[in-house]
């Protein structure tokens, strides 16, 4: 059973920004591709970024060139690097396996951008 904790979310100005961890266990981490996701108020939870077993990320359109996901395998920890926040960044993020299963969900954390 896969185990995620989630921390580093806050409030923060647009423009400002966040970095976002997630510990891992219960899974061989360096065998596992990791995701973020977020859920904004009203809307259904997305994918925001995923980072493959061998370090390859890939991130959504919408984030591209202002988030960036990465590992580090002797921390089993995923991170998100937030710059550029903007309002519509405001959400709640968690991280899971990707794909994701739905049992691995932790609480979350919670990022809110003020214009």
């Known amino acids: 059973q896969v185990h995620v904790v989630e921390s580093g979310g806050g409030l923060v100005q647009a423009g400002g920004s966040l970095r976002l961890s997630c510990v891992v266990s219960g899974t061989i981490f360096s065998r596992t591709a990791m995701g973020w996701y977020r859920q904004a108020p009203g809307k259904q939870r997305e994918l925001v970024a995923n980072?493959?077993?061998?370090?390859?990320?890939n991130v959504k359109d919408s984030v591209k060139g202002r988030f960036t996901i990465s590992r580090d395998t002797a921390k089993n920890t995923v991170y998100l690097q937030m710059n550029t926040l903007k309002p519509e960044d405001t959400a709640v993020y968690y991280c899971?396996?990707?794909?994701?299963?739905?049992?691995?969900w932790g609480q979350g954390t919670q990022v809110t951008v003020s214009s």
């Open positions: 899971n396996t990707f794909p994701f299963f739905t049992n691995y």
């Open positions: 980072v493959f077993e061998n370090g390859i990320p």
